[in-house]
């Protein structure tokens, strides 16, 4: 009977020790984000936004001085990784002063813009800008204001690529993306 006691208290031991191994109990950030994979597709759901990515992108929270910075999504190795970020923040002006003044901000740092379009995100009117920044790196962004607060997608890709080999990824998110 002893040697059966400790067996299970070993058994016992052994799971406690692998969910400890993997994480399952740690208070890193990913504790606060659910996530499913199905279809190719991961479904995203944490600090009040949701949406989808396909399975090649990965949850990170980055160093980030910013009060209105959320989390990322990341593909790729190391250095080589395509970015998306996630931000939110009040905001009392309009969509078209914001993005009027950010055009503006772009230009006067010596960015270029590349593209503009009008789109919807969850039901309300977005604005998207593709442009280069002053060390010739393309980025997008999307805004989009819903219930008194502007969102933002920053999309950046690999330093060596250019935002066409992340536009379907971002499109996916962009279309699915919901405040929850």
């Known amino acids: 009977m002893l040697p059966r006691i400790i067996s299970s208290m070993g058994l016992v031991l052994l799971i406690f020790g692998v969910v400890v191994v993997s994480g399952c109990t740690s208070n890193d950030a990913l504790d606060n984000v ?34 209105d910075y959320l989390f990322s999504i990341g593909r790729g190795p190391g250095e080589e990784m395509d970015f998306i970020h996630f931000y939110s923040g009040k905001y009392n002006g309009t969509l078209s002063e914001h993005v009027n003044s950010l055009k503006n901000e772009i230009i006067l740092q010596n960015g270029v813009i590349i593209s503009e379009k009008e789109l919807k995100v969850d039901g309300v009117p977005a ?39 992340i536009e379907k990824d971002l499109e996916i998110v962009i279309n699915s993306f919901k405040i929850i």
């Open 34 to 67: 659910y996530k499913t994979e199905s279809d190719g597709l991961k479904h995203y759901a944490s600090d009040g936004i949701s949406f989808d990515s396909l399975n090649n992108w990965n949850y990170y929270k980055m160093e980030n001085n910013a009060s």
């Open 127 to 165: 604005y998207q800008i593709s442009a280069f920044n002053p060390e010739n790196k393309q980025f997008s962004k999307t805004w989009f204001i819903k219930n008194g607060t502007i969102y933002t997608i920053h999309a950046v890709p690999d330093p060596g690529k250019n935002l066409t080999n």
